[in-house]
Every structure is written in C-alpha cells, then in structure tokens.
C-alpha cells in the first residue's frame, strides 16, 4: 500500500514578475489550451492531444487543477498581471526533492509569444521554488534546436550544464537534452 500523498503548501500570493503572474487554472483557460494545442511541438510533451477540441482543453485545465493535489508539484497559468488573461503553462515538478531537486517546464501560447513572458514566468516560479524548504536545485530539460526556450533559461538565470544523450523519448524517440539549472544561493 502507498502512503497517502501530502502536497506542499500553495503560495500565499500568486508568485509575479515582470508581465506575468502565476496562477491556479480558470475555466477561461480552455482558451489558451486551444491555442496552444496548435503549437506541433506542445503535445509531444505534455497532455493536450494535437488541434485540441473544447472538451479536450477543457479537460485539460481540470488535469493542470488537479496535479497540486497529487503532491507532485505545481501547475500555474501563465496569466497576463494587468488583465488576469491566461497565457500559458509553467510548472514546478517535486518528485526529486528528497534530493534537493525540481525539474520545471513552461510554455507561452503562439499567439502571446516573443514578449519575454515565459523569461518572466520562469524568474517568478524560481522565486517561488525558493521558499519549499529542501529544494536547492531547479533544473531544465531543453532540445538543443530549441533556442526559444534556451534564451528563456539563460534570461532567468539559469546556467548551461551539459548534453545528455539520449535523456528523454519525446514523439516516440529518445532525444537528446540540453540540461540547464539554477542552485539556490546562500
């Protein structure tokens, strides 16, 4: 039998920098899972199935509501800090942290993208990740064709580690990742 899961507390106050602040799914959000769902590369590596349909995205948002309560991490909208509208998904993944570490991903809508919002998400998750006592290492798993997503890592403060060959199977074949982290200072 399984012990019983206990997540970590939710922020007090949604974490914010920049343009951007993170906040729990809304049922407006099917939007941005449509938008996103258009992207070739975003179902490879998460749940949102190609060309999304509203059920689909909705059922999508309840899936990015409901991973807090398994105690596997956090999953926060990426939302506009002026409007509240939803831009996006980012999340802090814990299932390492009785070894000091995380893992995160995010992704910025098409239609919201080349901003520098998912450089501010990924700062104000950071700083979020600071305040889970035990965690001393965020980390990063990036394609190395992705250079989007390499200028967010490195605009949020994250250093380039190495290559791992072979480190994850994404479209049914194993890909190799950029490794990018950040370590809580002090």
Do not use: C
Request: charged share 20%.
């Amino acid at each position: 039998m399984t012990a019983p899961v206990t997540p970590l507390p939710r922020p007090a106050t949604p974490p914010a920098h920049g343009a951007v602040v993170l906040r729990e799914f809304v049922d407006a959000d099917v939007a941005v899972g449509l938008d996103l769902s258009t992207d070739p590369y975003v179902p490879l590596v998460s749940t949102l199935p190609p060309h999304a349909t509203t059920d689909d995205a909705r059922d999508w948002v309840e899936r990015n509501r409901a991973r807090w309560a398994t105690g596997k991490g956090f999953s926060f909208a990426i939302a506009d800090a002026g409007t509240g509208q939803g831009l996006g998904q980012i999340g802090l993944w814990v299932d390492e942290l009785p070894h000091g570490r995380a893992s995160a991903g995010y992704f910025v809508a098409p239609g919201a993208r080349g901003r520098g919002l998912a450089a501010d998400a990924l700062t104000a998750l950071t700083t979020f990740a600071w305040t889970i006592p035990g965690l001393h290492r965020v980390q990063l798993f990036i394609e190395p064709w992705n250079t989007a997503s390499i200028r967010t890592a490195e605009r949020a403060g994250y250093a380039r580690e190495g290559l791992l060959r072979g480190h994850l199977e994404i479209g049914g074949r194993r890909r190799d990742v950029l490794l990018y982290a950040v370590v809580r200072s002090g």
